[in-house]
């Protein structure tokens, strides 16, 4: 936790659901049912903040969970050990002022030798992700899906080869 991060708490719910359905195209569908799913299988649940107001939320996961990702399981079947980082979605006034490379700081700052891996979209493009992503160092070690909805699997330059 820092001044950055703190849990996901119940009182988040709606407010969540509302962010990530304003940005569906380029995460998936959630409501409440789903949500307290995925909170039951993720690693870690948070909030990222700025002065204290909700700007996003950002989920992760570790090995061995029930996700039911395709996304999450190819990782799994590929790697021994993992952080999946999934739907970070910074609300719209949010982006671009370097909270989204803050929060990936404090990610990776953590990892302590474990790569940290994801999707983003290439078909359609999300060229504002990818260059994000490329910006990082994370580069393409698979892709997933069908032309037209198709996933860049991406892992970060930390952690064993
Ligand atoms: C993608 C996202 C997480 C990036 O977070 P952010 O806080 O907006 O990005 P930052 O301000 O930390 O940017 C860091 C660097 O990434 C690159 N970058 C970020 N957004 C970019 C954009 N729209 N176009 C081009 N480069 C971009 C730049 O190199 C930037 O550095 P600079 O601003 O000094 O040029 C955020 O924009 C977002 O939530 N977008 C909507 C949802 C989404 O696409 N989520 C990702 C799903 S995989």
Do not use: C
């Not at 490379?101 to 060229?127: F, K, S």
């Not at 899906?145 to 970060?156: I, T």
């Amino acid at each position: 936790m820092s001044a950055l991060l703190r849990p996901v708490q119940a009182s988040d719910h709606a407010w969540l659901l509302d962010l990530n359905e304003r940005h569906v195209e380029v995460l998936s569908p959630l409501d409440q049912a789903r949500l307290e799913a995925l909170l039951g299988w993720a690693h870690e649940a948070w909030v990222i903040t700025d002065s204290g107001r909700r700007a996003s939320f950002v989920l992760t996961f570790r090995p061995g969970s029930a996700y039911d990702s395709e996304n999450y399981r190819w990782f799994s079947a590929a790697l021994d050990d993992f952080v999946y980082l999934d739907r970070i979605v910074l609300d719209d006034g949010f982006q671009r002022r370097g909270l989204g490379a803050q929060t990936y700081d404090e990610l990776e700052a953590r990892l302590a030798g474990v790569p940290l891996v994801l999707e983003v979209n290439v078909d359609p493009p999300n060229a504002a992700s990818l260059a994000f992503h490329a910006a990082r160092g994370y580069r393409e070690v698979s892709r997933l899906g069908p032309p037209g909805k198709q996933v860049a699997l991406m892992r970060g330059p930390g952690g064993a080869a």
